[in-house]
């Protein structure tokens, strides 16, 4: 069983910054790992994603915003957000995908206030 942990999370105001992070038991080096994010009400929606050779998409609603990035020597994914909103408030989901596999964390809670 492959476990990821998300950290970084937290309360913070409008305008402000935070790193997320996914540390994982398994290399994320052939991994397609992705952040993902389900604010109360809603479905869980894809924020940004990045593939075994660091190409990366995201969300429109985040570019520009957000950064997603790893480092394959710490088994580790990170989130960079900046000038978050009111609307970004959710709790954030990482998701690993290994061949046909994949496995979420548990997330972590961002809060925007305004």
């Known amino acids: 069983q492959v476990q990821l942990v998300e950290s970084g999370g937290g309360l913070v105001q409008a305008g402000g910054s935070l790193r997320l992070s996914c540390l994982t038991s398994?290399?994320?080096?052939?991994?397609?790992v992705g952040w993902y994010r389900q604010a109360p009400g809603k479905q869980r929606d894809v924020v940004a994603t990045i593939n075994p050779s660091g190409v990366t998409t995201y969300a429109d609603s985040v570019k520009g915003r957000f950064t997603i990035s790893k480092n394959n020597a710490q088994n580790t994914v990170y989130l960079q957000m900046k000038s978050l909103k009111p609307d970004d408030t959710a709790v954030y989901y990482c998701?690993?995908?290994?061949?046909?596999?994949?496995?979420w964390g548990v997330g972590t809670q961002v809060t925007v206030s305004s």
């Open positions: 398994r290399t994320f080096s052939i991994a397609v």
């Open positions: 998701k690993g995908k290994w061949g046909l596999s994949e496995y």
